[in-house]
């Protein structure tokens, strides 16, 4: 009886629950491109952090990263593996005399906020709450809108109050729009305009193949910094999963072996 019961809640959660997971698939936004990049490959990394510095420093903090570990991750270091703090102090740290120091922005956060109409948020954990194929698209979908105060707009996050900070290295896109036949909740057809493509119109001093990569390299910094030990926790869990194999075999022998003369 209780069995059922049980069989009865769950069937009727999953009735109540599924209704919104159908809402919320069909209130999906624009198609996500897969971002191929390598948390091991340390000169991508290198250079993903020479973009945050170059691009994103000035107004977005890394807060819960400091300068020395992150060289020392990404292999900012000697041949001893002694981290080169001369070399960081120059090139990533532009804030800060300390290298021990977290990263962050000199920008006033009050300033900043009246100026971008929003404080820029801090990027630590932005891989980790986004996902890396959102920031990959969201990167390259800027289009030229004159109506925004940016003069731009995102097809992955429309009316972003960002300025498209990488579109001297991209160039310049414009929004070609399509015409689709939508049905209100009365079934009454309208039309909707959408963006069926970007065209990029003025050319940076990128190609599209050379775009691509330094925005992998960037995602792939910002994957870096929103799990930092990733990578070892990953070499761990094969050996964890391993000893909970064997643990569980001596286990189970160890109690076939006390309960053998009860049965």
Not at 47 to 56: D, F, H, S
Not at 72 to 89: F, R
Not at 158 to 174: E, K, Y
Not at 200 to 211: A, H
Request: aromatic share 10%.
């Amino acid at each position: 009886m209780k069995a059922n019961k049980i069989y009865g809640i769950l069937i009727a959660s999953l009735l109540i629950v599924s209704p919104w997971r159908l809402a919320l698939g069909s209130t999906e936004g624009a198609h996500l491109d897969k971002v191929n990049n390598e948390l091991c490959n340390k000169a991508s990394l290198q250079r993903g952090a020479n973009l945050y510095v170059n691009y994103c420093g000035g107004c977005h903090s890394l807060q819960y990263v400091r300068y020395k570990e992150l060289a020392k991750d990404i292999g900012i270091v000697d041949k001893k593996g002694n981290v080169l703090e001369k070399l960081v102090q120059a090139n990533l740290n532009f804030t800060s005399d300390k290298i021990n120091d977290p990263i962050l922005v000199a920008t006033p956060k009050k300033e900043a906020q009246e100026w971008f109409g929003v404080a820029p948020p801090d990027l630590s954990l932005v891989a980790r709450s986004r996902g890396k194929d959102w920031l990959y698209t969201y990167l390259r979908s800027f289009y030229e809108d004159p109506k925004k105060p940016w003069g731009v707009n995102n097809v992955v996050f429309p009316d972003v109050g960002m300025p498209n900070i990488l579109q001297g290295l991209q160039g310049t896109q414009t929004a070609v729009f399509k015409t689709i036949t939508l049905m209100d909740d009365k079934g009454q057809p309208f039309e909707q305009k959408v963006i069926e493509r970007l065209e990029l119109t003025k050319p940076g001093s990128m190609n599209e193949k050379e775009f691509n990569q330094a925005v992998t390299d960037l995602v792939n910094f910002l994957e870096y910094v929103g799990e930092p030990h990733k990578l070892q926790r990953e070499r761990l869990g094969g050996w964890v999963l391993l000893f909970l194999v064997v643990f569980t075999l001596f286990a189970y022998l160890l109690k076939r072996e006390y309960w053998k003369d009860i049965h």
